[in-house]
């Protein structure tokens, strides 16, 4: 683990436009790409444990919304827990309007940026609940407030890959309504988590848990290396009846048989089926993006799921 002060001059190089992204840390989600509401209900995680990876914070976000208390957050991005206390930080410290204001990136046109989009104005009533929670993660953030303007480190540091607000929204239970975030809020103070810097598929982890999210992990790897993340997990990081979410795929059916040989090998669901079927002991057919905005798509997304007996 990288300490702080390298962490914090990468990113101040990578905002001043002057350091490529080097193969261990990459920019930063700011929200899910998953419909997680769509999903999290099928796990058990009132009272029960959860390894997830870090990405955007909102596993560990609405895991605790569900119920969930002792999370690890095993990721080989630190700029993902720093992200992770700047909105834990800003939920205690923010309305639900505020929040969206200094997250979102648009505003209710898709077309058009959100001008108080990680606004210092709004930042100065997160810092101080940011320093009490982890001063990691103030001092990173409030360093490169300091220095940059908000805009900048958004468009550098964070991934553009944003939906409408409408589809975010959607995707996380915390942001419903107002009702929804202000539940998430009222427990905000107990929440505590473990972070971990690691590789899922090289580096071993101790612990055993209920539950371990691997997220879109299936996209970034072969079906081989996959399969033996699996059986180190099933055998030294999975309680009894456990669960494993394998895999989010994005407009996929489970039971389609077309697939094209340049597809990502998770996407060539019959031999998936087969080779994981150890693995894919449930799945479910979920609303994509698509679904939320249009209706229009017939296929959803799909989770695959392993339930250890």
Same mark, same amino acid.
């Given at each position: 683990?990288?300490? #702080? ?8 190089? #990578? ?20 419909? $997680?509401?769509?999903?999290? &209900?099928?796990? &058990? ?33 630190? !700029? ?41 104005? $709004? ?10 929670? &982890? ?16 805009? #900048? ?37 107990? $929440? ?12 071993? #982890? ?41 895999? !989010? ?61």
């Amino acid at each position: 683990m990288r300490n #702080i002060e390298t962490n914090l001059y990468e990113a101040s190089l #990578i905002c001043e436009g002057m350091c490529c992204y080097n193969t261990e840390f990459s920019k930063i989600y700011p929200f899910t790409t998953e419909n $997680i509401s769509g999903y999290i &209900d099928y796990f &058990d995680l009132n009272n029960k444990s959860l390894l997830t990876v870090g990405s955007s914070g909102d596993q560990i976000l609405n895991a605790f919304y569900n119920g969930a208390r002792d999370i690890t957050l095993f990721d080989i991005n630190e !700029y993902a827990k720093y992200y992770v206390y700047l909105k834990i930080s800003a939920i205690l410290s923010l309305s639900y309007n505020e929040f969206k204001l200094f997250f979102f990136k648009h505003t209710t046109s898709p077309f058009k940026q959100n001008e108080y989009m990680f606004s210092k104005e $709004i930042f100065k009533k997160i810092k101080e609940n940011l320093r009490i929670f &982890d001063y990691e993660s103030y001092l990173f953030f409030d360093e490169l407030f300091s220095l940059y303007e908000g805009s #900048i480190i958004r468009d550098r540091l964070f991934d553009d890959d944003e939906d409408r607000n409408k589809v975010i929204i959607k995707f996380n239970k915390y942001l419903k309504d107002e009702e929804s975030y202000n539940k998430l809020q009222s427990i905000i103070r107990e $929440i505590s988590f473990k972070y971990i810097q690691g590789n899922f598929f090289e580096d071993d #982890i101790n612990g055993k848990y209920e539950n371990i999210f691997l997220s879109n992990l299936c996209s970034i790897t072969s079906l081989e290396k996959l399969k033996k993340l699996l059986e180190k997990l099933d055998r030294n990081n999975l309680k009894n009846a456990g669960s494993i979410l394998v895999g !989010y795929l994005w407009n996929t059916n489970f039971h389609s048989d077309e697939f094209s040989d340049d597809w990502k090998e998770i996407y060539k669901l019959p031999i998936v089926r087969e080779y994981l079927k150890k693995f894919i002991t449930n799945h479910y057919q979920i609303n994509g993006a698509r679904d939320i905005l249009w209706q229009e798509d017939k296929k959803g997304d799909l989770v695959l799921v392993y339930r250890k007996k």
